[in-house]
């Protein structure tokens, strides 16, 4: 079993930063892949960042260049720098994390409650 807890959000301004935080508890051997999903009012969850434990990341063309997903593994802990902000940003995030790579799909077996991410122009 795997405990996600997701913190750091929060409401800024357009161009304005945030970064978030996945602390990661239980059976740490499912971590391999994690990843930051986000999902916005009447939209489904889309896939923002993943990576693995080799440090291989994606992103999705919307966040490419804005964003930056990293992770301490010694801490178990995953975090989602966001700069340059946008309302379009404006979402609930969430942390995931699975055996299984799959990439920016939302098909992974674990998940945080998530943490609110709210960007006024």
């Known amino acids: 079993q795997v405990q996600l807890v997701e913190s750091g959000g929060g409401s800024v301004q357009a161009g304005g930063s945030l970064r978030l935080s996945c602390a990661a508890s239980?059976?740490?051997?499912?971590?391999?892949?994690m990843g930051w999903f986000r999902q916005a009012p009447g939209k489904e969850r889309e896939g923002v960042a993943t990576t693995n434990s080799g440090g291989s990341t994606s992103y999705a063309i919307s966040v490419k260049g804005r964003f930056t997903i990293s992770k301490d593994n010694a801490k178990n802990t995953l975090y989602l720098q966001m700069n340059s902000l946008k309302p379009e940003d404006t979402a609930m995030y969430y942390c995931?994390?699975?055996?299984?790579?799959?990439?920016?799909?939302?098909?992974?077996?674990?998940w945080g409650q998530g943490t609110q991410v709210t960007v006024s122009s």
């Open positions: 995931a994390a699975d055996r299984v790579d799959w990439g920016l799909l939302s098909d992974y077996n674990y």
């Open positions: 239980g059976d740490t051997f499912t971590n391999n892949y």
